[in-house]
């Protein structure tokens, strides 16, 4: 699909304050919106953008991150390309709730994880424990490491071989995932190794009781793995988790 040169750009508006990838994503997702943006174009580089916007290059990279997360742009030959804006429509859901906090973000995630992970290890083929298997990257890059936990989450969605919950899943993983509030403080220092292997260590036993058909251990693995990152994450910021209410 041919795309229009990017250089020609309408009317973005710079951003005076430090980091706000909120501002960045709304403004783009309302040029795809009016159609100054249209499917196929290629959005400029993370330098340019960062001229544009007068930005940091964090800011830009989150931003890009959560809307590629949505759907609404795809990686493609170094360079982001505009999808089909009909995907658009559900854009606002994760928008709207860009104030949302860590606790809250994971509040939602076990509600629905826990119980999809349950529903892989019940459904899952051969096909989908690969899918899971190629996900576990152990990489001290921030950048491979938040793009393998991402893909290792939506690989169980599709396991679990429910369409509206996989639809559901799709339309507000930008928010679940929450790449401009705290993956954020992943790209500000280099993961420790301790956080990685427990990262790893994570996965693969939510992959082995998946593997092995067991829902309950399935279920159980999911909730250890979102309470212990929701803890670490709480932790950088300073503040306590919520009060554990979820049963697995």
């Not at 995907?87 to 606002?92: A, E, L, V, Y």
Request: net charge neutral; glycine share 6%.
């Amino acid at each position: 699909m041919g795309g229009t040169v990017y250089f020609y750009m309408p009317d973005f508006k710079t951003i005076n304050k430090k980091t706000i990838p909120s501002e960045i994503i709304q403004q783009i997702v309302s040029l795809i919106r009016n159609g100054d943006l249209k499917p196929g174009d290629r959005l400029p580089s993370e330098k340019k953008l960062t001229e544009l916007f007068n930005v940091g290059r964090t800011s830009i990279r989150e931003a890009l991150q959560a809307l590629e997360a949505v759907n609404l742009i795809r990686k493609e030959n170094k360079g982001k390309i505009v999808c089909d804006p009909g995907r658009i429509q559900h854009s606002g859901l994760w928008l709207s709730a860009i104030n949302s906090n860590i606790r809250e973000v994971f509040e939602t995630r076990k509600l629905f994880e826990i119980e999809l992970a349950g529903l892989a290890a019940k459904r899952a083929g051969p096909e989908n424990i690969e899918e899971m298997e190629k996900n576990l990257v152990e990489t001290d890059n921030n950048q491979e490491l938040i793009a393998s936990d991402i893909s290792f989450h939506q690989a169980i969605v599709q396991a679990a071989k429910n369409s509206v919950l996989s639809h559901t899943y799709t339309m507000i993983t930008g928010l679940l995932f929450q790449s401009h509030k705290y993956y954020s403080l992943m790209e500000q220092q280099k993961p420790l190794t301790t956080d990685i292997e427990k990262i790893m260590k994570d996965h693969k036993k939510i992959l082995r009781a998946i593997e092995s058909h067991d829902a309950e251990a399935a279920k159980e693995a999911m909730k250890e793995h979102l309470d212990d990152a929701e803890r670490t994450l709480m932790g950088k910021v300073g503040q306590e988790p919520a009060p554990q209410t979820i049963s697995g």
